[in-house]
């Protein structure tokens, strides 16, 4: 466990283009016209390479796993993939990414609030799409914790299974890519806006869990490995290609008990750092 957490923090862009009248309609007219693809094309380009250095440089990345590693483009710097450790211990869930947590409870009639915004199940899963019964997935989680892990721009951006077990498939959503900063979710209902992938995890030792990743400004993709499979606790489910971007899971009712100190920082309506792998709450 890191020790550590971050007050919330917003860049001076994102200050602007969603803390003011004119910077709203400036990021309505940027996302009207695909500059994020736009963006997201040029950072896939070789041209991006030069970008490198000074991003490492300016955000104090340690690059001590890849010192003789050649990157074709910033996005393949990006989604570099290294070895990770994990907390193997059965009865301890564990971070999916390198991340900043947060933590809401689900209430009885299947709603959350996340910065002022009120969210249901249905908003996160929209089942009609996929022909699902919407009342399965709500009472699976009614009750239970929602646990928002938010990713920067500088954190790792492969994402692991936080137990083991089997999953159903993959549910793709077509959405925006507002940013995930902040001051971005007070102001926008983005979790359900953005572009989104979810599956349902039957694990071992944590029962039904929701996973979805959620994309945010100038990501492109949502990578995942499987679709239908078994997988193993911190085997790597997939990446996010460019930028920020977060991961939700929902846990039922009574399934882990949070570490004290998550627990604490997190009721107090702060971010937590974690870690890939690290350990975040026990079985109860």
């Given at each position: 466990m890191s020790g550590t957490y971050k007050k919330n923090s917003n860049d001076a862009s994102v200050r602007f283009l969603y803390g003011t009248s004119?910077?709203?309609i400036l990021l309505h007219v940027v996302l009207k016209l695909h500059v994020p693809a736009l963006l997201g094309c040029i950072l896939r380009s070789p041209v991006s390479r030069f970008y490198i250095p000074s991003f490492i440089k300016k955000n104090g990345i340690d690059m001590s796993d890849f010192k003789d590693v050649k990157f074709k483009s910033f996005n393949d710097f990006f989604t570099r993939k290294k070895e990770i450790s994990f907390d193997s211990e059965p009865n301890h869930l564990i971070s999916p990414a390198d991340s900043l947590l947060s933590v809401y409870k689900i209430t009885e009639d299947s709603k959350f609030h996340i910065k002022g915004f009120d969210y249901t199940l249905t908003d996160f899963f929209e089942p009609s799409r996929f022909n699902i019964e919407n009342n399965n997935i709500e009472k699976s989680f009614i009750g239970g914790l929602c646990l928002v892990f938010r990713l920067c721009a500088t954190d790792y951006h492969r994402y692991c299974y936080v137990d083991s077990g089997t999953q159903n498939g993959n549910h793709f959503i077509q959405g925006s890519l507002?940013?995930?900063?902040?001051?971005?979710?007070e102001n926008f209902r983005l979790y359900t806006k953005n572009r989104r992938s979810w599956t349902i995890l039957n694990t071992e030792n944590f029962g039904?869990?929701?996973?979805?990743?959620?994309?945010?400004?100038s990501v492109g993709g949502i990578q995942n490995h499987y679709d239908?499979?078994?997988?193993?606790?911190?085997e790597e489910k997939g990446y996010f290609d460019l930028h920020g971007s977060t991961i939700v899971l929902l846990l039922q009712k009574d399934s882990v008990k949070l570490l004290d100190e998550i627990k604490k920082v997190t009721d107090s309506g702060e971010e937590y750092r974690v870690k890939i792998g690290d350990c975040v709450a026990t079985k109860k």
């Open positions: 004119l910077g709203r507002y940013s995930v900063q902040p001051l971005a979710a039904t869990i929701a996973q979805i990743e959620i994309g945010a400004f239908e499979a078994s997988f193993k606790k911190g």
